[in-house]
T-cell receptor, first 113, second 114 residues
């Protein structure tokens, strides 16, 4: 079955540590996205990538970094510069510029201890 | 900038009762609207979308929504809810700024009780 996988489902981090969240899709989608979800705030766009080796900052990119070396993979690194990283992180993908539906992964819940 | 407003943060309802979840968007030339559902600790699943054509859109799980251009609304409705409909619902609008992007509302938590 095609879909998006995110790992791990739960992640704990000590303050000052960088951590990388995995996102993999086998839908052959060109575009991929990372969102952050906080209670009462909906989803906010962190980074997006239209094609391999290209990515753009979203609305809240500070303290985060990404890479897109393969079409299937779009990992997100939460760096120590992110002041409040505890949140639920969602990865999504869509097949192209004119496609209107984003498909979402199951999410990773990051907690900073 | 385009935006989405979901005025109700939480909507309690009894099983088998009808429900309406409200969504208003900021006006734009072309409007593409979506409703997603999120069950606890899961990702988002598309319920329905409006791209063009009929203003009444039917989705999965018995949900429907009506696009109202004059009121800039896209309210979600279901005539009879089930316990399993308990979830968070997000309205979103597509923004084209050289690339497709979704702007989400803050969500409405639907609580269905027996």
């Amino acid at each position: 079955d095609g879909g998006i996988t995110q790992s791990p489902k739960y992640l704990f981090r000590k303050e000052g540590q960088n951590v990388t969240l995995s996102c993999e899709q086998n839908l052959n989608h060109d575009a991929m996205y990372w969102y952050r979800q906080d209670p009462g705030q909906g989803l906010r766009l962190i980074y997006y990538s239209q094609i391999v080796n290209d990515f753009q900052k979203g609305d809240i990119a500070e303290g985060y970094s990404v890479s897109r070396e393969k079409k299937e993979s779009f990992p997100l690194t939460v760096t120590s510069a992110q002041k409040n990283p505890t949140a639920f992180y969602l990865c999504a993908s869509t097949s192209g510029r004119n496609n209107n539906e984003q498909f979402f992964g199951p999410g990773t819940r990051l907690t900073v201890l | 900038a385009q935006s989405v407003t979901q005025l109700d943060s939480q909507v309690p309802v009894f099983e088998e009762a009808p429900v309406e979840l409200r969504c208003n968007y900021s006006s734009s030339v072309s409007v593409y609207l979506f409703w997603y559902v999120q069950y606890p600790n899961q990702g988002l699943q598309l319920l329905l979308k409006y791209l063009s054509g009929s203003t009444l859109v039917k989705g999965i799980n018995g949900f429907e929504a009506e696009f109202n251009k004059s009121q800039t609304s896209f309210h979600l409705r279901k005539p009879s809810v089930h316990i399993s409909d308990t979830a968070e619902y997000f309205c979103a609008v597509r923004v084209d700024t050289g690339f497709q992007k979704l702007v989400f509302g803050t969500g409405t938590r639907l609580l269905v009780s027996p």
